[in-house]
Nanobody, 122 residues
């Protein structure tokens, strides 16, 4: 009932920047949390950054000071600005949004994007 579309991944040199976007569509009533996760081969999916509806954020230690999560005002779009990228940031990045949607009544949703590959390499 809720779909997420990610964009913004690609190849970047070490020290460079990328901005990931994730747009949610559907009959969304409210959003409680928006987050970005990443996954590399052989590893589980790990939290990179999360933003709550109240404005609280938390970041993985590896992301602190370099990445910023934000939401576009009035829209169901979340961004991840990534600066000072390192080779170890190479991963598939997934957005995750949780909230409430309405069709016939109100229901909770927990949606995932399709993933976007970020490669940091010279």
């Amino acid at each position: 009932q809720v779909q997420l579309v990610e964009s913004g991944g690609g190849l970047v040199q070490p020290g460079g920047s990328l901005r990931l976007s994730c747009a949610a569509s559907g009959r969304i009533s409210s959003i409680n949390v928006m987050g970005w996760y990443r996954q590399t081969p052989g590893k589980g999916r790990e939290l990179v950054a999360r933003l709550t509806s109240g404005g609280s954020t938390n970041y993985a230690d590896s992301a602190k000071g370099r990445f910023t999560i934000s939401r576009e005002n009035g829209k169901n779009t979340v961004y991840l600005q990534m600066n000072s990228l390192k080779p170890e940031d190479t991963a598939v990045y997934y957005c995750n949004i949780g909230g409430v949607y309405h069709v016939w009544g109100y229901s909770n949703f927990d949606a995932w994007g399709q993933g976007t590959l970020v490669t940091v390499s010279s």
